[in-house]
Structure formats: structure tokens, C-alpha cells
């Protein structure tokens, strides 16, 4: 392999070319024989006495088992007294609290099972229990009351609906809840913005601009994240209890790609379990874990609930029971979640460009017209290149698939484009001007 080879130059560097006293590779058992009896005893590694039966996760258990260990391994590492997430009751947040209630059931067992062993040892650590003690949790939401703090900010733009699913899920993970409003935080600001500009901003419905409509939203966004870290670092203090939470994020990668989040806000945090995970991928999931853990049947209806931002004012004309809200994400994104997915993979995963990932989605949509298609590119591309530069701050995540963010640690491309695309976009309109009788419209 790669490494091997890079020890080996090392090595032979080290001593000028020449025989080397260091280490050598080949001085390295890269395979355990257990018939090598030159092994002494106390290296071996220890077998198990028992067949082992090989267990293949399914694709939406793997979504919420990776990460699940994957955060219990920083946690327990960090010296944190646990995790802090704004829950929202949308698909997102919960899929991370979701997550985290996995990684409390796999601890709770592995500690339960055996009392004394490593897993017990840093879960009373990281409940702050007696580590002389034999303490283990009695179930994973007694634990999970001990490492997961959520809260719901909700507005006045904020929903009932989303506010009751937030506060169920926390219920059943056994999260220290917390539901509270952030109106007065958005008021005050909006005063010092008044106070200082004479100006004061409406909402879209309300007779103001998109530029207005589009600070209101931000700013309620990014007071969720400045709230947030007030709260990972003070209730642990409010419990009674010595540390520090760390934050959770919840993007997930087809908005990541396409930009749709506000920057710096809940997308923001220590670390993001489900940042290189597609939406279409989170929502399996969800009702994967409503049927295992009969417990978590919240998790159904969250996942058939339409994502929504609820950053604009409710317009009850429009608004439906299912999601509580009139403004949903894929009417403000122009395209819905499945689309997306589709553009996030091309650009990703096969490196695309305009005119290919044109050229591609005209034979997988065939349903839609060259004119429909090229459309939807053309929004993609200048949504991604308009929103790149969030890509450099985004919050580190879990990977596991080619299909994961374009943060400034894995892909070194340029963040800045030109939003045009002019060369690009000329070229796809010179496709579909040489396919004017495929044209739907046209032909309906």
C-alpha cells in the first residue's frame, strides 16, 4: 500500500541510501499467525472463543451506526460533559438527535455488559459519575439525559406542529429539553439597526425588498447559533455539573453543495454527523429507526413532514397541517430535494461541469424537455458558484462516501467562480436550440 511504501523511502532515506538500523517494514507482522509460536503470549491478540456471525448493516442503519460511533469516539476523547443541538423538529436536527440516541443504546449496552470494561469506564466519565464506582446507565435515555441537550428556538414565524415534534423526540431520546423563543434577541437587534440606519426592515409579505426579507431570515438563523454556544457552555453550570457541551450541526450535503443554509448559522458547530449524508438518504433512515425502535415513531412523521425554514411569517392561506409552515425549502430552493441530489452527485462524485451534467441529465430526464433540464442546471450552478465561499467555514463532518462536502480540508478547488457561466451556459443554450421539436411544452 501507499503507507508502506512511504515507511519504506522513509527508513531507506534516513540512512543515506544505504542499510538502514531503523525499523524496516519487512521487520513488521502485518498478519497475525497464530501457528508462530515467536510471538510471546501477552502480544497476541486475543481470539475469540466463539464463532463470530458476520452482520451486514443496511444502508440506512449505516447512516445512523457511523456516526453514532464516530461521535461517541470524539466525545469521549474530548473531556466534554456532552453534546448540545438547536432542535427544530425538522428532518435535519432530528436525524442528529436520532444519531445520537443510537450512540446512546450502543454505549448503554457495551457498559451494561460489562461493568468494569473501557465503555463503562468513559461513560461515568463523561456523565460526570464516581469513576471508582460500578454506575452504568439503566437505559440509553437515562443516558441520554446525561450527555444530550436540546432546544427548540422557535419565533413568532416558528410553528406549533414543529414545536410539539421537537419536544416528543426529545421526550423519547431522554434529552434535556428546553423550548424557548428568541423574539426579544431579534427585537433588540433590529432596534441597534434602527437606532443606527434610521432603517427599519419588512419581510416580503409585508411591503419590503428581497434583501429585507432575506436579513430578517439570517438574522433569526444566526441568533440560533450565538444562543447556542451560550448554552452549550452554561447548562451543564445550570445542572449542577463540571464541563462543556460540545455543538452539533445539522446541514446536510445536498444543501451544503448547493449552498442553501445561512452561514454561521446552526450549520455552524463543533461537528456535523450527518454533513456528508443526502436528504433522501436522512428521511430512509428516520423511518428505518421509527420501526426498530417502536420508542422513536415520531420519527415517521417528522421524516413525511415537507422541510421547512419557518423564517417568514405564516401565511395561513397557504400554510398545511403537514408542515405547519407556508414557506417550505424546496419552493424557496427551486428544486426539490430529489433534484437536488441528483446535481449534487454529478458535481461531486463525477465532476461535472455545465455542459456535462446537461448532457447526462437530458438522457436521465428524459421525461422533461432540453429547455426544462438546462433550466434547472443553469439554477444549480448559480447557487452553487453564488454560495462556494460557505464551503470554507463549513463544521467538520462525518465521511464515508465520495459523495461528502467540499470543505477547504478534502477539495482544493476554487471557491470563487463566475456566477455566469458565461462560455458554459452559452453552449447548453446552442444544445438546446438544435432540439427545438423535443421541447414538451411545445408538443402538448
Known amino acids: 500500500s501507499f503507507g508502506i511504501q512511504a515507511a519504506r523511502l ?23 499467525d497464530p501457528l508462530d509460536v515467536s510471538l510471546s503470549g501477552k502480544n497476541r491478540p486475543k481470539v475469540a472463543e466463539e464463532d463470530l456471525s458476520l452482520q451486514i448493516a443496511a444502508p440506512e442503519e449505516e447512516c445512523c451506526l457511523g456516526p453514532a460511533c464516530w461521535l461517541w469516539d470524539f466525545l469521549r476523547r474530548s473531556g466534554a460533559a456532552g453534546f448540545f443541538l438547536p432542535l427544530s423538529g425538522g428532518a435535519d436536527s432530528s436525524s442528529v438527535a436520532a444519531i445520537v440516541a443510537v450512540m446512546c443504546i450502543l454505549v448503554t449496552k457495551a457498559a451494561r455488559d460489562d461493568p468494569e470494561g473501557n465503555v463503562a469506564q468513559d461513560c461515568r466519565r463523561v456523565c460526570r459519575q464516581d469513576e471508582n464506582s460500578l454506575w452504568v446507565p439503566a437505559t440509553p435515555q437515562e443516558m441520554g439525559n446525561h450527555v444530550l441537550h436540546t432546544t427548540f428556538m422557535g419565533t413568532d414565524n416558528s410553528s406549533e406542529v414543529t414545536k410539539s415534534r421537537a419536544k416528543r423526540l426529545g421526550d423519547a431520546i431522554g434529552s434535556y429539553h428546553l423550548s ?30 428581497m434583501s429585507e426579507d432575506l436579513a430578517l431570515q439570517n438574522i433569526q438563523a444566526r441568533l440560533r447559533m450565538v444562543t447556542a454556544y451560550l448554552m452549550a457552555q452554561l447548562l451543564p453550570w445550570v445542572r449542577g455539573r463540571s464541563g462543556f457541551l460540545l455543538v452539533l450541526g445539522s446541514a446536510n450535503v445536498d444543501e451544503g453543495l448547493r449552498g442553501y443554509m445561512t452561514k454561521y448559522d446552526c450549520s455552524s458547530a463543533d461537528l456535523n454527523p450527518i454533513g456528508a449524508i443526502s436528504k433522501g438518504d436522512l428521511k430512509r433512515m428516520l423511518l428505518f429507526l421509527s420501526k426498530k425502535y417502536p420508542d422513536f415513531d415520531v420519527l415517521a412523521e417528522i421524516a ?30 427551486g428544486m426539490t430535494y430529489e433534484e437536488l441530489g441528483y446535481f449534487g452527485r454529478l458535481r461531486k462524485i463525477s465532476r461535472c461541469g455545465p455542459v456535462s ?26 447557487y452553487y458558484s453564488l454560495n462556494r465561499h460557505k464551503m470554507t467555514t463549513i463544521t467538520p463532518a462525518y465521511h464515508a462516501e465520495a459523495y461528502s462536502p467540499d470543505d477547504n480540508r478534502f477539495d482544493l478547488r476554487q471557491f470563487l467562480y ?11 443554450d446552442d444544445i438546446v436550440a438544435q432540439h427545438p421539436e423535443t421541447d414538451k411544452d411545445k408538443n402538448d
Open 357 to 382: 451534467m446537461f448532457r447526462k441529465l437530458l438522457v436521465t430526464w428524459s421525461h422533461l424537455s432540453p429547455s426544462e433540464v438546462a433550466s434547472k442546471v443553469k439554477r444549480f450552478f448559480y
Open 10 to 32: 522513509a527508513t531507506e532515506e534516513g540512512s543515506g541510501g544505504g542499510a538502514s538500523n531503523g525499523l524496516l517494514c519487512d521487520d513488521i507482522h502485518l498478519v497475525f
Open 418 to 428: 463566475n456566477t455566469k457561466w458565461t462560455r458554459q451556459f452559452a453552449v447548453i
Open 180 to 209: 424557548i423563543k428568541i423574539d426579544l434577541m431579534v427585537s433588540a437587534v433590529l432596534q441597534v439597526f434602527q437606532l443606527a440606519t434610521g432603517h427599519m426592515p419588512r419581510f416580503l409579505s409585508r411591503g419590503g425588498t
Open 304 to 333: 413525511n413532514a415537507p422541510p421547512t425554514a419557518e423564517l417568514r411569517p405564516i401565511d395561513a392561506a397557504t400554510a398545511t397541517a403537514e408542515a405547519g409552515h407556508s414557506q417550505t425549502d424546496e419552493d424557496d430552493m
